[in-house]
């Protein structure tokens, strides 16, 4: 957690909780792909997704938002502070570039979203 500590003192625009959800993304990205390491920024991305709307649904924009996750830009710029502290190895990072305008929030987590189904009884 030291490490975390000082990743956090460094760059103040992201909260504890941008780091811990990058960390979830890599975790659900290799079940997803069944692989244990290299996963893309695609990748990476696509399983954010996947958890934020699991978690929080309609309100996965806004809470995104108040970690200071605006777009996949930002979410590239928490990988690369975790690569920087050594939390990640540089080869699970493509480059922040990778991160660029992938998807759009706006549209992922509130035009496209759609309710989940619920089991019946």
Do not use: C
């Amino acid at each position: 957690m030291i490490l975390l500590d000082k990743v956090l003192e460094n760059d103040a625009r992201f909260p504890l909780d941008a780091y811990l959800l990058v960390n979830d993304g890599l975790q659900h990205a290799y079940k997803l792909t069944g692989r244990k390491s290299h996963i893309t920024a695609a990748e990476l991305l696509e399983a954010i997704r996947d958890l934020m709307i699991a978690r929080y649904g309609l309100l996965a924009k806004s809470v995104l938002h108040s970690w200071g996750i605006n777009s996949t830009d930002d979410i590239g710029q928490v990988v690369l502070n975790l690569v920087n502290a050594g939390l990640i190895p540089k080869e699970e990072a493509e480059g922040v570039e990778k991160f660029h305008a992938v998807y759009d929030f706006e549209e992922v987590f509130v035009d496209n979203y759609k309710i989940p189904e619920q089991e019946s009884p």
